[in-house]
C-alpha cells in the first residue's frame, strides 16, 4: 500500500519569505504526483502535477515541485511568500496502474506580515 | 463555470437518521469520487465510479452506500447515522486519458458539512 508523509501539520513563514513543504511517498511502482491547495471552506484545486518528463514542475500562483526518485519527495517551493498563499496544502500520490488517489495529512500555511 | 456541485452545503442530522447527499458535474467525466476530511487526516476515499451505473468501495467504505444511476451525477447515502461520521464531505470527478484516469487532475466540489448529534 501506498501511504504520504506531509512533515509539518503547520507552517508559518513571513511575507516574502520562502515556502517549502515537504511531501515524502511511498509507493512499490512509479507514481503520479500532485499537490492540491485548499482555501477556507472550499474544494481542493490542483496547484501542480508530476506524471512523466521533467522532475521540476510549475503549477499556478508561481508554486513550483521538483520529484526526485532517490528520495522518494516531492516537496513544494514558492520563493516569495503573498498573504494570499496562507491556505491548506496536500500532497497526493496516484500509482500508475491506479485511479486512486492518496493524500497526505495536509500542511496549513500561515503568511505573516 | 459549475464544474462539481454539491448540495446540500451544511447539515445536522440526529443520529439514527439517514441522509442522502447529492454530487453533479457538468464536465462529461467518467470518473466520480466521494471523500470524507477529518482534521489531521487528509481526505480519505469512501467510494469511487469508474462510469455510469458502477460503485466501488475505497478506503473507508463502511456506513455508506453509493449509486451512480446517471453519468453526472453521484449520491452518498448515509443510511444510519453515526456521530464518528461527523466530518466534511467532498465529492470530486476525473477524466481519462489515452494511458488512463492515474495522471488526470480531480477536480473537487466545495464540500458538505455534516455534522451528526
Known amino acids: 500500500a501506498q501511504s504520504v508523509t506531509q512533515l509539518g501539520s503547520h507552517v508559518s513563514v513571513s511575507e516574502g519569505a520562502l515556502v517549502l513543504l515537504r511531501c515524502n511517498y511511498s509507493?512499490?511502482?512509479?507514481?503520479?504526483l500532485f499537490w492540491y491547495v485548499q482555501y477556507p471552506n472550499q474544494g481542493l484545486q490542483l496547484l501542480l502535477k508530476?506524471?512523466?518528463?521533467?522532475?521540476l514542475v510549475k503549477g499556478i500562483n508561481g508554486f513550483e515541485a521538483e520529484f526526485k526518485k532517490s528520495e522518494t519527495s516531492f516537496h513544494l517551493t514558492k520563493p516569495s511568500a503573498h498573504m494570499s498563499d496562507a491556505a491548506e496544502y496536500f500532497c497526493?500520490?496516484?500509482?500508475?496502474?491506479?485511479?486512486?488517489?492518496?493524500f497526505g495529512g495536509g500542511t496549513r500555511v500561515l503568511v505573516k506580515p | 463555470n459549475a464544474g462539481v456541485t454539491q448540495t446540500p452545503k451544511f447539515r445536522v442530522l440526529k443520529t439514527g437518521q439517514s441522509m442522502t447527499l447529492l454530487c453533479a458535474q457538468d464536465?462529461?467525466?467518467?470518473?466520480m469520487y466521494w471523500y470524507r476530511q477529518d482534521p489531521g487526516m487528509g481526505l480519505r476515499l469512501i467510494h469511487y465510479?469508474?462510469?455510469?451505473?458502477?460503485?466501488a468501495k475505497g478506503e473507508v467504505p463502511d456506513g455508506y452506500n453509493v449509486s451512480r444511476l446517471k453519468k453526472q451525477n453521484f449520491l452518498l447515502g448515509l443510511e444510519s447515522a453515526a456521530p464518528s461520521q461527523t466530518s466534511v464531505y467532498f465529492c470530486?470527478?476525473?477524466?481519462?486519458?489515452?494511458?488512463?484516469?492515474?495522471?488526470?487532475?480531480?477536480?473537487f466540489g466545495d464540500g458538505t458539512r455534516l455534522s451528526i448529534l
Open positions: 465510479s469508474v462510469g455510469e451505473g458502477t460503485t
Open positions: 470530486a470527478s476525473s477524466s481519462v486519458s489515452r494511458d488512463g484516469p492515474q495522471n488526470q487532475p480531480q477536480h
Open positions: 464536465m462529461n467525466h467518467e470518473y
Open positions: 497526493a500520490v496516484n500509482k500508475a496502474a491506479g485511479n486512486k488517489l492518496t
Open positions: 509507493s512499490s511502482v512509479p507514481p503520479y
Open positions: 508530476y506524471t512523466t518528463g521533467a522532475t
